[in-house]
Nanobody, 121 residues
Framework: QVQLVESGGGFVRAGGSLRLSCEAS???????MGWYRQAPEEPREEEPR????????????RYADSVKGRFTISRESAKNIVSLQMNSLLPQDTGVYYC???????????WGQGTQVTVSL
């Protein structure tokens, strides 16, 4: 079973920055790594639905429209580490952020336990 360990969440005022990081236990290179989030008012689901940003193993990235220009995703492929630099944070960015990764030969996506991000006015 693949373990994803997240770090870097916390509390920040609007306009501030946070950096999230996630490391996968599997040493086989990940195919896709990324971040999803779940807003506080949403019921806890097995897999969060709101994509924040993903990065493929060739470096291609995708972002939610709401975070473009503010968030930057990056990865250290040799270590299976993915990071999310979040700048100009808004209260609506508040939520639990989940790291995810897919691997060749591993069925389905792997998920971290989630890290809380709270942005206040």
């Amino acid at each position: 079973q693949v373990q994803l360990v997240e770090s870097g969440g916390g509390f920040v005022r609007a306009g501030g920055s946070l950096r999230l990081s996630c490391e996968a236990s599997l040493r086989v290179p990940a195919l896709t790594m990324g971040w999803y989030r779940q807003a506080p008012e949403e019921p806890r689901e097995e897999e969060p639905r709101e994509l924040v940003a993903v990065i493929e193993n060739d470096g291609d990235t995708r972002y939610a429209d709401s975070v473009k220009g503010r968030f930057t995703i990056s990865r250290e492929s040799a270590k299976n580490i993915v990071s999310l630099q979040m700048n100009s944070l808004l209260p609506q960015d508040t939520g639990v952020y989940y790291c995810t990764a897919t691997f060749r030969g591993v069925r389905g996506a792997s998920w971290g336990q989630g890290t809380q991000v709270t942005v206040s006015l």
